[in-house]
């Protein structure tokens, strides 16, 4: 297999476009939210991004090669990385802006130092969990079945991608359909454009051409200086003052969760990649993973990186190793030369973002593809907390929006609506073990073996006493995850078990019903 081939280009425009995404938020999040000097940010922030970013990907794209060299093979296409969204949302509002307030509140020198040490301490700790988890992860994909993997990815992807940009594309219906037509065209049509310019570069190229004459670019002023070249130094005493600090200690509640949350959202993408032909090693394949949300945080980021999500569908465009190093040296290059406020003034988002789409609709399609026909009802049951909890945010969004305080007094408001809001918010947290869990579960169901059904139900109670899954608690601004017991999930899933487990003796087998 060559180090690089046409699909390359297409695989590289929508990795690209989505890594942009992701720098483009943190660069948002990190100078509104938490006030970053361009010095922090610029300096420590990105660059340290930079490494983990350009670690990932060429590992991974030299993992393909090695794998294509040991099988054979020509079409293996290497396992796409980035940084994590949800981590992101998770480590700005949940450790870093709550550290910088109770900085302020202490009338400390500096609170925004104080939050750049308790996201690195948050992003060493995810990248520690990430890397023990790798040792008994390949058990826990063995055990579960792939309905359950694949579910859970595709209520990712139809809620936090596809629906989220099926709005952006309605938002800007000259720019967004345009561009998701060319997709459509190229990928489910299966033609090529003439000359073999790649699809994605003409999706770019017009969206960003239609995106000028439409005014939707240039995206404000003009950035009117740069920061220069930028190279990563690590930041270990950093690290370890906030580690003497207790920082570590006072965030373990959002640290836990989220890392434990990369391993399994990784772990799923893995199987979606070998669900799609390329069956790679687990263990080695999160060691990377872990290894490069540690190197984000000693070079100074406070985000941690991960096997993302959408393998199928750049594996579709043809895409193979090249594109994973292509993405990597562009990330390092808009990191170091303070080149994103550019790109983010020329090149709106919209630009890209039928590509992002399309990857979502070909990770929804796949949860029913690469698994048995029967298993369908699981892979339904796993998609929807995944779109529930992209609807609770959304929801808490047009609250927050409409500048009402968070509080129990909006439950009952809801509910009159015939909303059940407590609900929305309850299956929020830890959303992805839930899917996992209850989409795992129907499978036994249907291939009755009540007694596995009921083992999956009391893993579930299990995670529901730890206040991994279902917990919350009401601050101002959100609903955020409280790891005391959700004893009602407990004795509910608990309940479950039960009726499983009597399954045997209460009922009789009914072959002669049918299934659809």
Not at 232 to 257: C, N
Not at 314 to 322: D, E, H, L, P
Not at 326 to 344: D, E, W
Request: overall charge neutral.
């Amino acid at each position: 297999m060559r180090w690089f081939v046409r699909g390359d280009i297409d695989g590289f425009f929508g990795l690209a476009v989505d890594n942009l995404v992701q720098l483009l938020l943190i660069d948002a999040l990190c100078r509104l939210v938490l006030g970053f000097p361009d010095a922090l940010l610029y300096g420590q922030v990105l660059p340290g991004a930079a490494v983990s970013l350009l670690v990932g990907n060429f590992y991974y794209a030299w993992q393909a090669r090695r794998l294509a060299r040991a099988t054979g093979r020509d079409d293996l296409c290497a396992l796409p990385y980035g940084i994590n969204t949800v981590s992101v949302f998770a480590h700005v509002f949940l450790v870093m802006l709550p550290a910088k307030l109770a900085a302020t509140a202490a009338g400390a020198a500096d609170p925004v130092r104080v939050a750049w040490q308790a996201g690195l301490v948050a992003c060493l700790g995810s990248g520690l969990i990430e890397l023990a988890g790798s040792f008994v992860a390949e058990r826990v994909r063995r055990a579960t079945p792939r309905a359950a993997l694949l579910s859970t990815l595709a209520g990712v992807a139809l809620g936090f991608i596809s629906i989220g940009f099926l709005f952006r594309s309605f938002a800007r219906p000259v720019i967004g359909l345009t561009t998701l037509a060319v997709l459509l065209l190229v990928y489910f049509g299966r033609v090529r454009f003439r000359g073999g310019v790649p699809g994605g570069l003409v999706a770019v190229a017009l969206g960003t051409l239609l995106a000028w004459i439409t005014g939707v670019a240039p995206v404000g002023a003009m950035p009117t200086q740069s920061q220069g070249l930028q190279l990563p130094l690590p930041v270990l005493g950093e690290l370890f003052a906030a580690i003497r600090g207790d920082l570590l200690w006072s965030y373990l509640a959002v640290i836990v969760p989220m890392g434990i949350f990369n391993v399994v959202g990784s772990l799923q993408n893995i199987e979606a990649a070998e669900a799609a032909g390329d069956s790679y090693p687990t263990r080695p394949s999160l060691v990377v993973n872990g290894l490069g949300t540690l190197a984000a945080a000693a070079f100074g980021s406070c985000f941690p990186t991960t096997i993302y999500i959408g393998h199928p569908g750049w594996k579709a465009m043809g895409a193979r190793a090249g594109y994973s190093i292509l993405s990597g040296v562009f990330s390092t290059i808009v990191c170091l030369t303070g080149s994103l406020a550019y790109i983010a003034w020329a090149v709106p988002i919209e630009a890209g973002m039928a590509i992002v789409l399309w990857i979502g609709l070909v990770i929804t399609a796949q949860a029913f593809q690469a698994t048995p026909r029967e298993h369908a009802p699981a892979v339904v049951l796993g998609m929807l907390p995944g779109v529930a909890a992209w609807g609770a945010l959304m929801a808490k969004a047009g609250l927050r929006a409409g500048g009402t305080v968070m509080s129990p007094a909006l439950v009952p408001a809801f509910q009159q609506a015939d909303v059940w809001i407590d609900g929305a918010f309850a299956l929020e947290q830890g959303f992805i073990f839930t899917a996992m869990l209850l989409s795992a579960a129907t499978v036994a169901v249907i291939e009755r073996r009540f007694v596995q059904a009921a083992a999956w139900c009391l893993v579930a109670a299990a995670l529901s006493l730890t206040g991994l899954m279902h917990s919350y608690a009401w601050t101002p601004a959100d609903t955020v995850l409280s790891l005391t017991p959700a004893w009602s999930f407990a004795g509910g899933y608990a309940l479950m078990a039960a009726v499983f487990l009597l399954a045997p003796l209460l009922t009789t087998p009914d072959d002669q019903r049918t299934h659809t």
